[in-house]
């Protein structure tokens, strides 16, 4: 009888071939930094899921204006399920525990049930910071429910027989005091910016800008100075306390825009990511991993990005989120073709827009003054255009682009050295 080849037996069809499992990689968190993050993963080997509380992506620098216009929530914001750049998508009511050890995300669906778990071979955290209604609403899951909370806000402004509050003179407070002023001609604002004032830490041009601005609004009342709400008996109303002239406004409607929101980490308070006081998660700096445990150990499978990390408070813009985003997925690319780590430079702020209501503002570009007047509110709609329609799976602003970086293929992972 013959004998059959060993190399034949070998490969005998009833033999499975294994197959690569692909490497698992989790964005826990679908903002700026998510999604740019999740931007380099798209038509690559890896296989990549976004766990979000939201159906929908908004675009948080027009919030601002769409306070007193809800219609123009339609227009800034985008369901997960339309954008390219999301492979998969698991939509949750509540994050419950984060496992660093064992990889994995637990989490329970909105429909209820029992608790269920992602796993991961690498995952990045950018689950953002929480800030008050109605700049956001944490618990419109919908489009739809983000609108009919806006529309509820824009009756409370139009119904006000009080002066309006809004607390904090940064880049968020300016555009909102600046459009309902201008929106709401009948209605008095009162504009409590802090003791730095206007603008803190931005150029002298732009705070003397803003300031001749609200100056020549007869309704704003331009106070530099920190207030505190008090109670008052048989009120019924709200009142405030301005610290320096000990002077008591009594309101309607209170704006938050301090910018100091609580970060979105309760479900990893026993997890093994550390925490600073305030509840943001601890990065190595230079590489933005996160630090695990008590001793000075980084992970090297698990990055966060964007306003829920330990950073500069003048760093919680979209800006620095994109590129803390873009780098986070560079990490991974490069700690899975097994190159060691880069270090993360941070920034410099490139581009900053001010709109002052729906006719004026300023752009600077590297500090130097590039646009004006009437056309800036006109360019940051055809920037908000862009970012939905030109370009779907949402790239940087091409202003923040960095014309002498070419942008990697992402076709497979024998090409990850190529795109690190």
């Known amino acids: 009888m013959a004998t059959v080849p060993s190399e034949i037996t070998s490969q005998s069809p009833s033999t499975p071939t294994p197959t690569k499992q692909k490497v698992r990689v989790v964005i826990v968190g ?61 939509f949750v009511k509540d994050i ?4 660093a050890v064992q990889k994995r995300v637990y989490y329970v669906k909105p429909e209820g049930g029992p608790e269920e778990f992602e796993e991961f071979d690498y995952c990045v955290l950018c689950t953002g910071a929480t800030y008050t209604s ?7 899951s919908t489009v739809v429910q983000r609108r009919e909370s806006l529309d509820r806000f824009k009756k409370e402004l139009v119904s006000a027989s009080l002066p309006i509050l ?14 309902i002023a201008i929106k709401c ?30 100056e020549m609004l007869s309704n704003v009342v331009l106070y530099n100075e920190r207030c505190k709400e008090v109670e008052e008996e048989g009120g019924g109303r709200r009142v405030f306390l301005l610290q320096k002239s000990d002077a008591k406004v009594e309101v309607d409607v209170v704006i938050q825009c301090t910018g100091f929101g609580k970060p979105n980490t309760r479900f990893l308070v026993d997890s093994e990511v550390r925490l600073n006081a305030q509840g943001k998660i601890e990065v190595d700096s230079e590489t933005l991993a996160v630090k695990i ?52 430079g ?13 006719r ?3 752009i600077s570009l590297l500090g130097y003054t590039v646009m004006w007047g009437r056309v800036v509110p006109l360019a940051k709609r055809l920037v908000r255009w862009g970012w939905f329609r030109v370009v779907p799976w949402l790239p940087k602003y091409p202003l923040w682009i960095d014309s002498k970086r070419k942008v990697p293929t992402r076709n497979d992972a024998d090409k990850n050295k190529a795109m690190v």
């Open 346 to 358: 941070v920034p410099p702020e490139k581009c900053f827009a001010l709109s002052l209501g729906p």
């Open 293 to 344: 445990g008590d001793n000075e150990e980084n992970s090297e499978c698990i990055y966060a990005a964007g306003d829920c990390i330990d950073k500069p408070s003048n760093h919680q813009m979209a800006m620095f989120a994109h590129f803390e985003g873009e780098f986070c997925a560079r990490q991974i690319l490069r700690n899975s073709a097994g190159l060691p780590l880069r270090k993360f």
């Open 185 to 214: 001609p009948d209605t008095q604002v009162i504009f409590a910016t802090g003791n730095s004032g206007l603008l803190a830490n931005h150029a002298q041009w732009q705070v003397d800008y803003a300031t001749k601005f609200f």
């Open 30 to 90: 679908g903002g700026f930094a998510g999604l740019e993050a999740l931007r380099y993963f798209r038509g690559s080997a890896f296989s990549y899921t976004l766990i979000e509380k939201k159906q929908y992506h908004e675009f948080t620098p027009d919030i601002p204006e769409a306070i007193t216009s809800p219609t123009l929530l339609r227009k800034i914001s985008k369901p997960f399920s339309s954008c390219r750049v999301v492979d998969r998508c698991v």
């Open 360 to 362: 004026d503002g300023f």
């Open 96 to 99: 419950v525990r984060f496992d």
């Open 166 to 179: 809004v607390i904090g003179g940064g880049h968020v407070g300016c555009e909102v005091a600046a459009d």
């Open 134 to 140: 109605p700049i956001q609403a944490p618990s419109a």
